[in-house]
Protein backbone atom coordinates (compact mmCIF):
# COMPACT_ATOMS: atom_id res chain seq x y z
CA UNK A 1 0.00 0.00 0.00
CA UNK A 2 1.47 3.44 -0.83
CA UNK A 3 0.83 6.43 1.41
CA UNK A 4 0.31 8.80 -0.47
CA UNK A 5 -1.98 6.86 -2.51
CA UNK A 6 -4.23 6.32 -0.30
CA UNK A 7 -3.72 10.07 2.03
CA UNK A 8 -4.87 11.22 -1.69
CA UNK A 9 -8.24 8.57 -2.10
CA UNK A 10 -9.10 9.46 1.64
CA UNK A 11 -8.68 13.08 1.79
CA UNK A 12 -10.48 13.39 -2.09
CA UNK A 13 -13.13 11.39 -0.67
CA UNK A 14 -13.84 13.17 3.04
CA UNK A 15 -12.76 16.92 1.69
CA UNK A 16 -9.52 17.17 3.54
CA UNK A 17 -6.73 18.97 2.68
CA UNK A 18 -3.53 17.54 1.80
CA UNK A 19 0.01 18.54 1.86
CA UNK A 20 3.22 16.99 1.31
CA UNK A 21 5.30 19.45 3.70
CA UNK A 22 8.68 17.26 3.04
CA UNK A 23 9.05 13.85 0.62
CA UNK A 24 7.10 11.36 2.11
CA UNK A 25 5.75 13.60 4.83
CA UNK A 26 2.12 14.62 5.03
CA UNK A 27 -0.28 16.51 6.78
CA UNK A 28 -3.64 16.22 6.40
CA UNK A 29 -6.45 19.07 7.01
CA UNK A 30 -8.98 16.92 8.79
CA UNK A 31 -12.23 19.18 9.05
CA UNK A 32 -15.08 18.26 12.16
CA UNK A 33 -18.19 19.87 11.68
CA UNK A 34 -19.59 20.71 14.68
CA UNK A 35 -23.04 20.56 16.37
CA UNK A 36 -23.53 24.15 15.67
CA UNK A 37 -22.31 23.52 12.03
CA UNK A 38 -19.62 25.63 12.22
CA UNK A 39 -16.18 23.27 11.12
CA UNK A 40 -13.69 23.37 13.22
CA UNK A 41 -9.72 21.85 11.88
CA UNK A 42 -7.04 19.18 13.08
CA UNK A 43 -3.70 18.46 11.43
CA UNK A 44 -2.37 14.99 11.43
CA UNK A 45 0.66 14.40 10.18
CA UNK A 46 1.44 11.02 8.33
CA UNK A 47 4.68 9.24 7.21
CA UNK A 48 6.03 5.51 6.72
CA UNK A 49 8.63 4.34 9.32
CA UNK A 50 10.81 1.68 8.04
CA UNK A 51 11.08 -1.93 10.34
CA UNK A 52 9.01 0.23 12.97
CA UNK A 53 6.71 -3.13 13.84
CA UNK A 54 8.20 -6.11 14.11
CA UNK A 55 10.98 -5.60 11.80
CA UNK A 56 8.32 -4.47 9.40
CA UNK A 57 7.01 -1.13 8.28
CA UNK A 58 4.33 0.82 9.26
CA UNK A 59 2.67 3.71 8.83
CA UNK A 60 2.77 6.92 12.02
CA UNK A 61 0.40 9.22 12.54
CA UNK A 62 0.33 12.00 14.81
CA UNK A 63 -1.34 15.23 15.88
CA UNK A 64 0.56 17.35 18.24
CA UNK A 65 -1.72 19.06 21.02
CA UNK A 66 0.92 21.53 23.03
CA UNK A 67 3.55 21.83 25.09
CA UNK A 68 3.41 19.43 28.57
CA UNK A 69 3.65 21.81 31.82
CA UNK A 70 3.40 20.34 34.79
CA UNK A 71 0.30 22.53 35.65
CA UNK A 72 -1.90 20.05 32.72
CA UNK A 73 -4.28 17.46 34.43
CA UNK A 74 -2.47 14.36 33.60
CA UNK A 75 -5.06 12.41 35.60
CA UNK A 76 -8.20 13.89 33.93
CA UNK A 77 -6.23 13.70 30.21
CA UNK A 78 -5.86 10.32 30.48
CA UNK A 79 -9.42 9.53 31.71
CA UNK A 80 -10.50 11.16 28.37
CA UNK A 81 -7.97 9.30 26.40
CA UNK A 82 -10.48 6.61 26.89
CA UNK A 83 -12.35 7.65 23.90
CA UNK A 84 -9.25 6.62 21.77
CA UNK A 85 -9.89 3.61 19.90
CA UNK A 86 -7.04 3.56 17.28
CA UNK A 87 -4.64 6.39 18.91
CA UNK A 88 -3.01 7.34 22.10
CA UNK A 89 -2.21 9.97 23.85
CA UNK A 90 2.02 10.48 24.82
CA UNK A 91 4.09 12.50 26.10
CA UNK A 92 7.03 13.48 23.51
CA UNK A 93 10.41 15.09 23.10
CA UNK A 94 10.02 17.87 20.89
CA UNK A 95 10.48 21.79 19.66
CA UNK A 96 8.63 25.09 19.90
CA UNK A 97 8.41 26.76 16.79
CA UNK A 98 11.19 29.04 17.54
CA UNK A 99 13.70 25.54 18.14
CA UNK A 100 13.68 25.71 22.08
CA UNK A 101 13.21 21.94 23.05
CA UNK A 102 10.30 20.93 24.96
CA UNK A 103 8.23 17.94 25.86
CA UNK A 104 4.58 17.99 24.02
CA UNK A 105 1.73 16.12 24.12
CA UNK A 106 0.56 14.00 21.05
CA UNK A 107 -2.24 11.97 20.14
CA UNK A 108 -0.62 8.97 17.66
CA UNK A 109 -0.68 5.73 15.92
CA UNK A 110 1.01 3.21 14.79
CA UNK A 111 -0.43 1.34 11.71
CA UNK A 112 1.43 -1.87 10.66
CA UNK A 113 1.33 -1.40 6.48
CA UNK A 114 0.78 -5.15 6.24
CA UNK A 115 -2.38 -5.33 8.63
CA UNK A 116 -4.20 -2.04 7.67
CA UNK A 117 -6.86 -0.75 4.97
CA UNK A 118 -7.96 2.37 3.19
CA UNK A 119 -10.86 1.81 5.79
CA UNK A 120 -9.09 1.34 8.81
CA UNK A 121 -6.81 4.72 7.95
CA UNK A 122 -10.02 6.59 7.79
CA UNK A 123 -10.61 5.84 11.42
CA UNK A 124 -6.86 6.42 12.55
CA UNK A 125 -6.87 9.74 11.45
CA UNK A 126 -10.51 10.64 12.20
CA UNK A 127 -9.80 9.03 15.86
CA UNK A 128 -6.70 11.41 15.99
CA UNK A 129 -8.16 14.30 14.84
CA UNK A 130 -11.24 14.29 16.93
CA UNK A 131 -9.37 13.39 19.95
CA UNK A 132 -6.17 15.87 19.40
CA UNK A 133 -9.25 18.34 18.63
CA UNK A 134 -10.61 17.68 22.27
CA UNK A 135 -7.17 17.81 24.21
CA UNK A 136 -6.27 21.33 22.33
CA UNK A 137 -9.75 22.79 23.25
CA UNK A 138 -9.59 21.88 27.21
CA UNK A 139 -6.35 21.41 28.02
CA UNK A 140 -4.48 24.35 26.09
CA UNK A 141 -7.41 26.72 25.22
CA UNK A 142 -7.84 25.78 21.56
CA UNK A 143 -5.96 25.69 18.03
CA UNK A 144 -2.95 27.11 18.99
CA UNK A 145 -0.52 24.33 17.92
Not at 56 to 66: E, H, Q, V
Not at 74 to 87: A, D, G, I, R
Request: glycine share 4%; net charge negative.
Amino acid sequence: MDLKTVLTTICDRWKYKLDETSPGVFRLDVAMKQTDGSLRYQYVYAWLIKERYQGKDAFYFNSRCGVYTPNINLYQMLKESSYCTYCSVIITNDKKLDGTPCESIVVHAIQPVELTSEAILTEVIWDIATNADVIEKNYFGGDNN
